[in-house]
Nanobody
Framework: QVQLVESGGDSVHPGGSLRLSCTAS????????LSWYRHSPGKGREEVAA???????TYHTSVKPRFIISKSVPANTIYLQMNDIQPTDTAVYYC???????????WGQGTLVTVSS
């Protein structure tokens, strides 16, 4: 069982930036899909960014081009660089990693991002 630990959530003003991190207890080198999701009241859970094993990046339309997903294989860590953060980005952010396309994957515990002026 892979353990995922997120960090980096904070309270920021509109227009600010944050970098979220998610470190896995095992290697992420061959994982099928690495993702960031968020959950907020009224919106439910949505995938905001994903990185495939081949390097393809996908983003929710509401975060393009402000958010960037990346990874460090030596550090077993994925990142979410969040720029020009808006109040609508307020949510708990979760990382998710899948070993194969049919696997349910593993979730982190979540990190809270709050945006207010």
């Amino acid at each position: 069982q892979v353990q995922l630990v997120e960090s980096g959530g904070d309270s920021v003003h509109p227009g600010g930036s944050l970098r979220l991190s998610c470190t896995a207890s095992k290697s992420i080198a061959i994982l099928y899909r690495l993702s960031w999701y968020r959950h907020s009241p009224g919106k439910g859970r949505e995938e905001v960014a994903a990185l495939s094993r081949t390097g393809t990046q996908t983003y929710h339309t509401s975060v393009k081009p402000r958010f960037i997903i990346s990874k460090s294989v030596p550090a077993n860590t994925i990142y979410l660089q969040m720029n020009d953060i808006q109040p609508t980005d307020t949510a708990v952010y979760y990382c998710h990693m899948k070993k194969t396309s049919w696997a349910s994957g593993n979730w982190g515990q979540g990190t809270l991002v709050t945006v207010s002026s």
